[in-house]
């Protein structure tokens, strides 16, 4: 069996794995990077999300990404310019032909005049590849696409080797740093971390939002996809999904005239649609993903025909399902810091201090379906470096949607640029511990500014 030794070993390259990798190359450490998908971006590529929600943030790579995007012109600033009747509630957003600063504002700002960046997926992984690349030379950087994470194996309180298997066959990795990426946080898990699942009682985080009693109830999941102009009179479900029974599904939709969802309008044409939600996200722990995938898919298409029925985009049918579900939220690291709601109410965790912030955040705490009651806009708030360190494992870092978040919280912090941030600072971590010879949790947040900033 084939065997790795790095430095560095990022397990998912999603929007915070790709930020990983590229920040622990520039920091000089070597990197192994592995993806079961065929490429960069996870959710914000191969799960379809294709706009950064407006939202501040410290900087970092983002802007070179969205430079890139919106010179080749696969990227444009956008505003929600058209909503229908309030029986008919759909937005369509479009272009603005504003600056990108403007996407990098949410508080204060009315709904109307909020600026996304809508971006072509397959341009943003291309652009995320072009930054590999460029971030150190061939020999420092081995990443590996259409590869699982399988298994680990640990050595008291450190992760000693991971197993992945290829396409070429099974991969032994041995690592000195793990960075998991991997949003639904398997590394993490069989590593025996602390973690959690569905919304902690009030009294557990003394979260006034949070409901009296813990529930296995998770933020709406969504299979988003892209449409296109065809002329299709009446769109079908096609009949490889014959064995899914939609009648109560057609029956909610015709019920609360929806789902709500989100059209924005894609720069090389055709439209996104993200329905909010495809289904609770509760789903996911009844399912197994493939099963869960097929049953979203045949929702998908029986809404594209219903908006047909209800004479809404009547010609417009399906052209592509993104093959990565769209999951808000899963499982969730109970790390050395946990993220609370009433920190980001604070402006930072008040036991550690603004100085242990590693990203900036402000959009509100935005759930999805059931259970979905809380959406507060906050003027700004940082994220510490702790929700980043596990208390179990000495030489892991968890960047990803499933960091150290309470349930509500990370309704918050779960958006694409904020996941860039904690990807950046953990990286840049990762390379400070290879060149220092200490573990994560040796690391001054303070140390990481500045290496970011003199790193550019
Ligand atoms: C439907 C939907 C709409 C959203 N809308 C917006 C929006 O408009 N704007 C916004 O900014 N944010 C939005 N978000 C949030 C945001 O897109 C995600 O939270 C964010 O992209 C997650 O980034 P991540 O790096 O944590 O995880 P991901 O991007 O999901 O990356 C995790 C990666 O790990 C890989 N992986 C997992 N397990 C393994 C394994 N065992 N082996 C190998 N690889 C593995 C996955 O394939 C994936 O690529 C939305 C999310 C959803 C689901």
Redesign the pocket.
Known sequence: MKIIHTDVLV?????????AVYRALRGGASVVG????PG??????????????P?VSYEGIHREIARRLLKSGDAFVGKTTEYVSASNRYAVSDRSGDSYETTLRRFGVHPDDMR?LHYEPDAMTEVLQELMEEAAPEEKRTLFYN????SLETDGRRISSCL?NTPDGTVTVVPRIVID????I??SRLAGCSYAIGQESRDAYGEEAALEKAEQCL?G????FRITETGTEMPSVPSEYDDVDLTEWENYMDRICGPVS?F?VYPRGGIYV?????GEGDLFLKYDLPELKHLCEARAYSYVRWLARNNYLRGWEITHLFP?????ETYRLTGQYVLTLEDIYHGYAPSLGMEHSIALAD?PADTHGRGSRCRDTYPGYGIPYECLLPKEIDNLLV?????SFTHLAASST???????Q??EAAGTAAALCIREGCDPADIDPVSLHRMRINMK
Do not use: K
């Open positions: 397990l998912g390259l999603g929007s915070a794995g790709s930020a592995v993806e079961q998908m960069l971006g996870g959710t914000s590529t191969f799960g379809g999300v294709n706009n950064w929600e939202g996304r590869t699982r994470f399988v992945l990426c991997t949003a639904d398997l590394p933020n999941l969504t299979q988003c989100c924005n993200n329905m909010l939600p495809t990565l579900i769209g999951l808000r959009h960047a990803c949607r499933g960091s779960r958006l694409s640029r904020t996941m860039l904690l990807g």
